[in-house]
Each structure stands twice: as C-alpha cells, then as structure tokens.
C-alpha cells in the first residue's frame, strides 16, 4: 500500500485538494482531510489485510518497529 501511495501520491493530493474544497462547500462545512490522515488510513488497512490473511504474522519478530 505504501508504494502505491507514493507512485500515485500527485493524484492522490489532488483527490485531496478537490474533497477539501468540496467538503468546505458543504452546510455545513465537513471536516477537511490531510496527507496524516490518508496515510493513517492505509496504515491501519494494512493491519486489517494481515489479521484476515490465513496465518496471523502481526505476531512475529520481523513486524515489530524494533526489527
């Protein structure tokens, strides 16, 4: 997911850009969305990709931030 993010991150700024605006047209104003936000999202889908994948692996040495 995150090489994804990187190749297509100009068009996932300007997706961006177009919701935040369209978000402030809105009565009332949405919450506007940031590149932390997207980010954090693909970040927990990750997890979401691991927990149903067939063996569990969240669980071993190399997942771990300190590896």
Known sequence: ISKALQRRSQA???ALSRFNLQAAALV???PQLTWK???E???LGEFDLLRQSRSDI???DWTK???
């Open 37 to 39: 936000d997207i980010v």
């Open 65 to 67: 931030p300190a590896h």
């Open 28 to 30: 009332p104003p949405r």
């Open 41 to 43: 999202y693909s970040f």
């Open 58 to 60: 969240r669980t071993l």
């Open 12 to 14: 996932i700024w300007n």
